[in-house]
């Protein structure tokens, strides 16, 4: 049998390439915006700009504490005394510290499920923190709802939620509320590089530009989605430019940088206060452990060499550094400052160990809030 | 009390709670200037304008996440499914948010949403179109669903869903937004949630059914009247809560039960209401419970294949007849 159109058409059809055969999405070598973000060619004066030799040691004490208490949870979580998923913010610190300083008392925010850190930085007692990754009663959620969601009404921060993406349409409808009532509030939400894939981030980025909702949208770049490296799950490389889709501003940011994440967060939450609508922020950052507690730090994804590589990077030191050159804060204030957010810590572990266990009849309770109806609501047999 | 139609019900329920509160909003695709893909939102937007009355792109996660997002900062929003159906493409933000928020927060954040529109098969819609899926809903412990029959049900369940401080799923009968019926007109009227309804008394067996079913029940209870057997037609109106003590004094009286339902029988209401009868009262039966639902099958387009797969008056007397050794 002679071959057929089909078969001659498909012999001459070049050699199919893979993605990463295409020239586009680069990587973070390749990328000239990377590059420009990671080293912003801004004076120390420009970068350190209306802000007091106060404000720059508080960014440092916040950073810090977000480091012990990590560091305090991944001790805890290998006595056994947390359980279930534990994703720690350990290198990340620059970009939540840096963008939840740029927001004003009343703001709200909410992020996913790495979020200890956020709600620490919001307002949200250490002590309870910790004994909410206890399971204790003592906890933010009474012990219900662990490391991934943590939430504070009275602090402003609306979660800590789980399901990847899945924050951002909440986030969308508190700032619609903030609208609606016409307040001067400014909502922030946090997502992973990841979440940007997910249907969920893109239709909430066009209602927010659609009615120039008070929302300020960071992308936490760590570049893995638990494994996945961002190359591999984007066409596009640069996050950022996805904001253009919805005519909406965007900007890249050092995530490793305090001051650049707050330079950057504070023009997009003053825009967003003043009726300027949303914008999108991209912080490149990098995660210095596992995706969680029960991951590894370097294996398949990527190597240990990386990861020490990237740890030269360490928002903590090279703010430390920055600090003492300023003459802002010594090797020796740092040291007093590092004792006392250890002992935090430490205090944070000590009254969660001590929290009490939740009580049996809990379990039935803050499933509904209204249980003042007619019928049955729970067919468990049970009560 | 007026006679009004299920549909200017619905649309009483909204103007009287929007007015009367001014936290509630409703959002959906085309319930503005299209005043509603059904007309229920008829001129909600001339009056309560477009803060209030939001046209919102097709766009089902988003909104539905706005509108949780919304709940959890004290606002009291109404959500607009065109139809159920659509709604598949937003339950991640109904499940794993509207749900668990107030209990993952340990008692933080109150959820009051409403989700509300019609379910179930209208005429040749076909598979995609047809759904009715509230026992999917009503699987979710956190969330309440309603599903009203008549038009003062409608109006009463739908004003007591907006005044609940939970997220309800109300569940609007696609074929009975014409159908008219006597509604009270005090402001305040409401059907409190978890009350089930007693459509007809009889005594030699009960149907318990719900929504749009009701009718076909009463249909088949009528017929049945001429061959002398008097039936008790149960409409549950809400699902969950559910009216579980009217279940078990209509099944103590007749001993005899057939349910119906608009959906699958797999997982579905009639399924959860078998259970509780044997778990609650298998002594009072004189006869194993049977179900009519709809055909275990996506819905077809062909009239006469449609017409098959849908629960029918002839199928609930079939069943009635069965649980009466007819």
């Known amino acids: 049998m002679s071959e057929t159109n089909t078969q001659r058409a498909l012999a001459e059809e070049p050699e199919v390439k893979g993605p990463r055969d295409h020239p586009s999405p680069a990587t973070p070598d390749q990328d000239p915006n ?266 398949v994804y990527r190597t240990k060499e990386e990861v020490d590589e990237e740890k030269l990077n360490d928002p903590i030191r090279i703010y430390a550094n920055l600090l003492s050159d300023l003459g802002v804060l010594s090797q020796e204030e740092l040291e007093v400052m590092d004792e006392k957010v250890k002992k935090i810590s430490a205090e944070a572990v000590e009254f969660a160990d001590n929290s009490p266990e939740p009580e049996a009849a809990e379990l039935y309770r803050d499933v509904y809030a209204d249980e003042d109806v007619a019928g049955r609501l729970y067919f468990d047999g049970r009560r | 009390m007026a006679v009004i139609t299920y549909r200017e019900a619905l649309n009483q329920a909204l103007a009287e709670e929007m007015e009367r509160d001014p936290d509630v909003f409703l959002m959906g695709e085309e319930v503005g200037v299209y005043n509603g893909a059904y007309k229920v939102s008829k001129g909600l937007l001339d009056q309560f304008g477009d803060m209030r009355v939001v046209d919102s792109p097709i766009t089902e996660l988003g909104f539905t996440g706005l509108a949780v997002g919304a709940a959890m900062t004290g606002l009291r929003p109404v959500i607009e499914f065109m139809t159920y159906n659509f709604s598949l493409l937003a339950v991640d933000q109904v499940f794993n948010a509207a749900a668990k928020m107030l209990s993952m927060s340990g008692g933080q954040f109150k959820i009051p949403v409403t989700f509300r529109g019609p379910t179930g098969a209208a005429l040749q819609l076909s598979a995609q179109h047809s759904q009715a899926l509230e026992a999917m809903y009503a699987h979710f412990p956190g969330i309440k669903v309603v599903a009203p029959g008549t038009p003062a049900d409608a109006k009463g369940l739908l004003k007591a869903a907006i005044r609940d401080d939970d997220p309800v799923c109300v569940f609007e009968g696609e074929m009975l937004y014409n159908l008219k019926g006597e509604v009270p007109e005090d402001d305040d009227f409401i059907v409190p949630l978890g009350v089930a309804d007693l459509k007809r008394e009889g005594s030699d067996v009960s149907i318990i059914t719900h929504g749009k079913m009701i009718h076909t029940c009463l249909q088949a209870a009528a017929t ?83 017409k098959n797969a849908k629960p029918n008056a002839d199928l609930v007397i079939s069943k009635v007849n069965q649980v009466l050794y007819r």
């Open chain 1, 34 to 299: 990377w590059e420009r973000a990671a080293k912003p060619i801004l004076s120390l004066e420009e970068r350190t700009r209306g802000l007091s030799p106060e404000d720059l040691r508080k960014f440092m004490y916040d950073m810090l504490l977000a480091r012990r208490f990590e560091e305090a949870t991944g001790e805890s979580y290998a006595l056994g005394k947390i359980g279930g998923f534990c994703h720690l913010y350990i290198g990340q610190e620059a970009v939540a510290i840096g963008a939840i300083n740029a927001m004003q008392k009343g703001d709200y925010s909410m992020t996913a499920y790495r979020d200890h850190v956020h709600a620490l930085q919001m307002g949200v007692e250490p002590n309870a923190v910790m004994a909410e990754l206890y399971g204790r009663a003592g906890g933010t959620s009474k012990g219900k709802g662990g490391s991934m969601h943590m939430f504070s009404a009275e602090s402003g921060f609306l979660g800590g939620h789980g399901i990847v993406g899945g924050q951002s349409p909440l986030a969308l409808g508190v700032a619609w509320k903030i609208k609606y009532r016409g307040e001067q509030k400014v909502m922030q939400v946090y997502l992973g590089e990841a979440a940007v894939n997910q249907g969920a981030f893109h239709e909430s980025l066009n209602m927010a530009a659609l009615w120039q909702l008070p929302l300020v949208v960071i992308v936490e770049n760590n570049r893995f989605g638990m494994g996945t490296a961002w190359e591999r799950a984007s066409s596009l490389y640069d996050i950022s430019q996805k904001a253009s889709a919805y005519a909406m501003p965007s900007a890249i940011a050092d995530g490793m940088d305090v001051l650049d994440m707050y330079r950057v967060t504070k023009e997009a939450v003053d825009r967003a206060r003043n009726g300027g609508g949303p914008t999108l922020i991209e912080a490149r950052t990098y995660r210095f452990v596992g995706h969680s507690m029960s991951d590894p730090v370097h294996g």
């Open chain 2, 224 to 306: 049945l009247e001429k061959s002398g057997i008097s039936a008790d037609v149960l409409d549950l109106r809400s699902l969950r809560p559910l009216d579980v003590d009217s279940i078990m004094r209509t099944v103590a009286k007749t001993n005899r039960v057939v349910l119906v339902e608009e959906g699958w029988p797999y997982g579905g209401i009639t399924a959860t209401v078998a259970a509780l009868i044997q778990e609650e009262a298998f002594d009072e039966l004189d006869a194993p419970i049977l179900r009519v639902t709809q055909a275990d099958v996506p819905m077809p387009y062909a009239k006469q294949l449609e």
